[in-house]
């Protein structure tokens, strides 16, 4: 069985900063990861995915993260955060092929 | 081009009430997973289905919950006599083929189920 923990619950952050969210991941066997954002009142969107390969992945809208198995982390990084950032960003790992395990969320409010 | 389509967006059920969520897969999606997110909780997986199957149901409830995906029409998860435990926001999404390291899994917008 996998497990994720997203560090942090809520991120705030002003426009223009770059922001980061930690993601750690708990799983015995080779995963799949990735991350995911909702916007308010929306489903959930993929920003980016580790299947394998090189272990700095870049995603959409400027996002990118990085896969560290010795650390089992996934963290996410965005060097310079826009208003529209604003959301829910959620870390999954999955070990198959449909079975995705969810972290908690991280809610980045993004303030001019 | 429609993306995966739930209805309703909002539920409100009085306790012993049943509900019924409806999702349909984008265009030319056979492969259909329920996820359920409850408060301050990530989203956790109920089933999975392809069509007139349930391929598995680890995730559900053992009692009151049911999903189906019949040859025609939505992919329907019911849930009988509801509790308050049972207010959540229920996620459908759907795939092309099985298989994450094909690409994704695609959301929709979610049903949104008040227990009163």
């Known amino acids: 069985a996998q497990s994720v923990t997203q560090l942090d619950s809520q991120v705030p952050v002003f426009e223009e900063a770059p922001v980061e969210l930690r993601c750690n991941y708990s799983?015995?066997?080779?995963?799949?990861l990735f991350w995911y954002v909702q916007y308010p009142n929306q489903g959930l969107q993929l920003l980016l995915k580790?299947?394998?390969?090189?272990?700095l992945v870049k995603g959409i809208n400027g996002f990118e993260a990085e896969f560290n198995k010795s650390q089992t982390s996934f963290h996410l990084r965005k060097p310079s955060v826009h208003i529209s950032d604003t959301a829910e960003y959620f870390c999954?790992?999955?070990?198959?092929?449909?079975?995705?395990?969810f972290g908690a969320g991280t809610t980045v409010t993004v303030r001019a | 081009n429609a993306g995966v389509m739930q209805n309703p967006r909002h539920l409100v059920r009085r306790r012993g009430q049943e509900a019924r969520l409806r999702c349909s897969p984008m265009?030319?999606?056979?492969?259909v997973y329920w996820y359920r997110q409850l408060p301050e909780e990530g989203l956790k997986f109920m089933v999975y289905?392809?069509?007139?199957?349930?391929?598995?149901e680890s995730g559900m409830p053992k009692e009151r919950f049911s999903a189906e995906f019949p040859k025609e029409g939505p992919s329907i998860l019911r849930i009988q006599q509801v509790v308050r435990g049972d207010s959540a926001a229920y996620f459908c999404?759907?795939?092309?083929?099985?298989?994450?390291?094909?690409?994704?899994?695609?959301f929709g917008e979610g049903s949104r189920l008040t227990v009163l």
């Open positions: 999404a759907s795939s092309p083929q099985t298989g994450l390291n094909t690409g994704e899994l695609f």
């Open positions: 799983s015995s066997v080779s995963v799949y």
């Open positions: 580790y299947l394998s390969g090189s272990t």
């Open positions: 999954a790992v999955s070990s198959n092929d449909y079975k995705l395990s």
């Open positions: 265009k030319g999606h056979s492969h």
């Open positions: 289905l392809q069509k007139e199957n349930i391929i598995d």
